[in-house]
């Protein structure tokens, strides 16, 4: 992965919470510039949306 903008850092760390893709959220989290509490917050919220039916609009699944 290369170093992102800290919001599209965070945001893939949502959409990784969303597919349940712990590799990729540490991978993120060890080299982008966000906190624990934040990066483990985008975690749960992906988690939490597909717990509510949320569909998800990563590029991977728009393309499916």
Known sequence: MVLMKRADAINAMRFAGYHG?????TSL????RVSQAVATAAFREGTKAK??????NCINCRAA
């Open 51 to 56: 717990a509510d039916g949320v569909r998800c």
């Open 21 to 25: 893709d712990k590799a990729t959220f």
């Open 29 to 32: 989290l060890i080299e982008n």
